[in-house]
């Protein structure tokens, strides 16, 4: 489904993604791991259009998909959360997912300016869509209330569900259980599950690595820009390679 081939990105002289990749299957939960500044969220900016790769071939279904406009890789069915919780914390909860439905929206300009028949009756429907997706996520009740007076875990749910109202082939998590409690974050692994039932596909950047060992078919481990090593999740595990890379030598291996 997703295909990265071979994807450089330089800052000045500093390489941020140097070689990278990776390939997803539909359905499929990798998780992309390693010690901060390892270039796993430079990945992400790429792969959705923030930025340009230097070189190499982001595809989604064989079709390339880097040098678009970030919007149209959205509409092509990639999706993101971010590392920082990017909410719009003056409008409403319900608000922020009809924000994420509306790139599916078809009424046009005039419609929307004039507001005619069709416009009204899509707004009633990107609505009704907006409350499904928190119902979904657990948030239904919140509805009405104001995204910045949400707790972080709620938050990060928000963002959960605004991705989802895009309707992606692929969600991309970036570090979705930072901050989160233990609690939050079982909340969070449960939500990933029911997206994968969903058959969508999901590619998970994390630093809870007992989160990353649960839920993950595959893990994609980076350093310095560069994949170090790639497998399922008992192979990585037992890799001291990763171990020495990602978490230092003086790490209790049991931890893992």
Request: net charge negative; proline share 3%.
């Amino acid at each position: 489904m997703l295909r990265v081939e071979n994807i450089h990105k330089s800052f000045d002289d500093f390489k941020a993604v140097n070689g990278a990749k990776l390939t997803v299957d539909k359905g499929e939960l990798v998780a992309v791991i390693g010690p901060n500044g390892a270039g796993k969220t430079t990945l992400f900016n790429v792969i959705t259009g923030v930025f340009p790769p230097n070189a190499g071939r982001i595809s989604l279904y064989g079709v390339a998909i880097n040098g678009r406009e970030s919007q149209e890789i959205a509409r092509m069915g990639v999706s993101r959360t971010f590392q920082n919780v990017e909410l719009f914390s003056r409008m409403t909860v319900l608000e922020n997912v009809m924000v994420g439905r509306h790139g599916r929206s078809r009424a046009g300009f005039l419609s929307t300016g004039l507001r005619l028949r069709r416009m009204r009756r899509e707004e009633r429907q990107i609505r009704t869509s907006g409350l499904e997706y928190l119902e979904f996520v657990g948030l239904e009740h919140r509805a009405e209330e104001l995204a910045g007076n949400l707790p972080l875990g709620e938050q990060k749910l928000l963002e959960v569900a605004r991705a989802l109202a895009t309707e992606p082939k692929v969600l991309l998590l970036d570090e979705p259980a930072g901050g989160l409690n233990t609690r939050e974050t079982e909340r969070l692994a449960a939500l990933i599950y029911r997206i994968k039932e969903r058959e969508i596909t999901v590619v998970l950047v994390e630093h809870d690595m007992n989160l990353v060992m649960d839920i993950s078919d595959e893990i994609l481990v980076m350093n310095f820009g560069e994949k170090i090593a790639e497998g399922k999740p008992r192979q990585i595990k037992d890799d001291p390679l990763v171990i020495q890379a990602y978490l230092g030598e003086e790490i209790d291996y049991s931890d893992l």
